[in-house]
């Protein structure tokens, strides 16, 4: 059976147990990181040499790195669905998945850690309200993108919504003010309505 270190109200760790969910895969998961230790401990390093969560082993393979998790299970569980047949859509998908890490993630990153991590007294308002602006001044590119789309690269979901459908539900539960951008609003409504989303990354943020 394929296992999953990391804990749940980990990012990362959400992307890998939302694909599991929706792929139906059996899994064990180890708590790791933060309060529960592990990473550091030199079985996990000899596994993950970063000393980061998600790490997954199966079937021999031992694999880091949420986004290529995600890629991996997506290929060996998902074939025509979360892994698209078609290739110009693999490809789109694939793209929105570095859209994701290259673009929003430096964005919403530090407004989570500002809001959510950090003490009151210790929080640089300052920071937090740029990279607020910045997020809102970015998001109707997506916005743009998912007019006439169900999902990221068309009309299921896919690789791309995965990395990107976490980092939304963050942006739409932190305590800031948001542009209103229905075509957005649209798509995090439609991924509210799916059971794997809400068991897995519809949770409090800590």
């Keep these: ?8 109200n980990s990012i990362n760790v959400q992307k890998v147990r939302w694909t599991l969910a929706e792929l139906g895969v059996p899994h064990e998961r180890i708590d790791a990181g933060m309060q529960f230790g592990v990473v550091n401990e030199p079985s996990y390093r000899k596994m993950n040499p970063n000393g980061r969560v998600p790490t997954i082993e199966d079937d021999g393979l031992t694999l880091w790195e949420s986004n290529a998790i995600v890629r991996y299970l997506a290929c060996k569980h998902g074939n025509g669905t979360l892994w698209p047949a078609d290739l110009k859509v693999r490809a789109d998908s694939d793209r929105w998945m570095d859209w994701t890490t290259s673009t929003f993630h430096p964005l919403l990153t530090p407004i989570f850690w500002g809001l959510i991590r950090t003490p009151p007294e210790k929080r ?13 001044q970015t998001l109707p590119m ?3 993108a998912l007019e006439q789309r169900d999902y990221i690269a068309g009309s299921q979901l896919s690789i ?3 990395p990107l459908g976490v980092f939304v539900y963050r942006w739409y539960h932190l305590p800031v003010e948001r542009v ?8 995090f409504e439609r991924l509210q309505e799916r059971p794997a989303f809400r068991d897995t990354v519809m949770l409090p943020l800590t």
């Design 1 to 8: 059976m394929l296992k999953l270190w990391g804990r749940v």
């Design 160 to 162: 791309g919504d995965i």
């Design 180 to 187: 209103h951008l229905a075509n957005l609003e649209r798509y």
């Design 124 to 136: 640089n308002m300052a920071e937090i309200t740029e990279m607020v602006g910045k997020t809102n």
């Design 142 to 144: 997506l916005d743009a």
